[in-house]
């Protein structure tokens, strides 16, 4: 089916990392929903249609992954150092569709294009790693007007600690979500200000609270990913709506 020239990047993860050889089976796949199995071409012998030293791969079969049908956009502020590389890797793993990352009034970590390059190099390993057909958007936002995409009426989901908030799992379950483009905003270090809340409010957000703990920013966004993507795939039960309540400052 013809061949491509793998990039640099790649090329030293297959030859270095991967250690393998013309004839070996390599998996490539554009992040779009293309999936090629295809095998090492040898590049002592250069063509016209590559450089020497190139380390090309033969495509044999091409596979198209529709994209899911029910989506998670997360919200964040973000964090300090490796924990950010950490949510990014994790958020992947987990099937999140899309990651902002937000400076909310209380933010410390302002996110820049440095940041996000090197997220997105993460991103495409994480997918590598758990053979995801999708990449994840990740991007940066101003302030959380201007990060707070378009969803679903009802699928705006706000992590609190507030008494009146409802278990995460409920809310996910609820009929009106089931199919949803959700989105669920975690908040800073130091909480969600007053003007934050009433715009989340006056959005239709639903308070959610995430266990009994206080918990970070990077901990508290994978409780809610990988809450989701359980009930994506059924492998959490409908919820009841009850339980102690408890939850995060966020």
């Known amino acids: 089916m013809g061949e491509v020239v793998l990039s640099d990047a790649e090329t030293r993860h297959v030859r270095g990392s991967r250690r393998l050889r ?6 490539l796949f554009d992040g779009a929903g293309q999936v090629a199995q295809g095998a090492l071409v040898s590049d002592a012998a250069p ?16 596979q198209v992954v529709p994209p899911p049908g029910r989506t998670l956009t997360l919200v964040v502020p973000g964090c300090k150092g490796a924990r950010l590389d950490w949510l990014a890797e994790k958020c ?24 996000l390059d090197k997220l997105r190099r993460i991103a495409i390993e994480a997918c590598k790693q758990c053979r995801r057909a999708w990449l994840p958007e990740i991007a940066a936002a101003g302030s959380l007007t201007a990060a707070h995409p378009a969803c679903d009426p009802g699928a705006l989901l706000v992590a609190h600690l507030d008494e009146a908030a409802r278990p995460l799992g409920a809310a996910l379950a609820g009929s009106a979500l ?30 959610v609270w995430l266990g009994a703990h206080v918990l970070r920013v990077e901990t ?13 795939t059924g492998l959490v039960p409908r919820a009841a709506d009850a339980g102690p309540r408890g939850g995060i400052d966020r």
């Open 178 to 207: 089931l199919g949803a483009h959700v989105v669920g905003v975690i908040g800073p270090e130091g909480g969600l200000t007053s003007t934050e809340m009433d715009y989340l409010r006056s959005r239709g957000g639903t308070l």
């Open 220 to 232: 508290a966004a994978l409780a809610l990913a990988a809450c989701w993507a359980a009930q994506s």
């Open 92 to 115: 992947t793993e987990l099937g999140v569709t899309r990651l902002v990352l937000s400076d909310f009034e209380r933010s410390v970590v302002r996110v820049g294009p440095q940041h």
């Open 22 to 27: 013309a004839g070996d089976t390599l998996t």
């Open 47 to 62: 063509s016209a249609r590559r450089k020497r030293g190139a380390t090309c791969a033969r495509i044999e079969a091409v």
